[in-house]
């Protein structure tokens, strides 16, 4: 589910910012293993991992999205259209992730030769493969953030025009004034409810007789 406020939108920032901490741990650690291209194989199983499940912290995975109303997922759409993302909301494939990889391009292909430098080379690998990686999650995860924050921003603008809409109406309510012949008690009616009812369904608030009697209009 989408954030719902601010507060809530922050805190799922900083988990995925944790895990993507992480990942990118796992990535260096992969990088300096000299074997021929198995860093590269790691970081797209990774990333294949990583990104979907940013996605879903922040309600935004592609399930979660054919959930919601058709109006409001259309809006979505509208608004991830709008920051140009590739990512958000979107099934991951390994076409996706490799054309995220071809961003970052020349520090991969640098990775991939420093890493058979003993020791200076390899650190400077694992020193590569974790920017990279957190490069590409963290952007993923200012994109969701970006989205979300729309999202809320659209719901409280609509929550406010729906309210103001709502006071306007009552505040131009009519009353009929009704006495009650049993009790004397005078009971204030909403005009419309007053000429919609049974009369026999509208009773005197105090005493519960049926009220008849109009005595005037405001």
């Known amino acids: 589910m989408i954030p719902n406020t601010l507060s809530e939108l922050n805190r799922i920032k900083e988990e995925c910012k944790t895990m993507v901490n992480k990942r990118a741990s796992a990535s260096a650690a992969a990088a300096v293993v000299p074997v021929p291209g198995a860093d590269v194989g790691a970081d797209v199983v990774i990333m294949m991992e990583l990104l979907p499940a940013i996605n879903r912290k922040f309600g935004l995975s592609p399930e979660q999205l054919d959930q919601l109303d058709s109006v409001i997922k259309g809006k979505i759409a509208v608004i991830i259209s709008s920051i140009g993302s590739e990512l958000v909301g979107k099934y991951i494939t390994k076409q996706t992730i490799t054309m995220l990889l071809k961003k970052v391009g020349a520090k991969v292909a640098v990775k991939q030769v420093a890493k058979y430098v003993p020791f200076i080379g390899q650190a400077v690998s694992a020193g590569i493969s974790f920017g990279a990686m957190k490069y590409l999650g963290n952007s993923h995860i200012d994109e969701c953030y970006e989205v979300c924050r ?32 049993s009790c004397g008690t005078k009971n ?21 007789s049926p009220l008849r009697a109009t005595v005037s209009i405001n």
């Open 150 to 181: 729309r999202v809320i921003e659209m719901r409280e603008a609509e929550s406010a025009t729906k309210a103001t809409a709502q006071n306007s109406a009552s505040s131009e309510i009519k009353y009929e004034f009704i006495d009650c012949l």
């Open 188 to 208: 204030r009616i909403p005009l419309d409810r007053f000429l919609s009812a049974n009369k026999e369904s509208i009773k005197c608030g105090k005493c519960k």
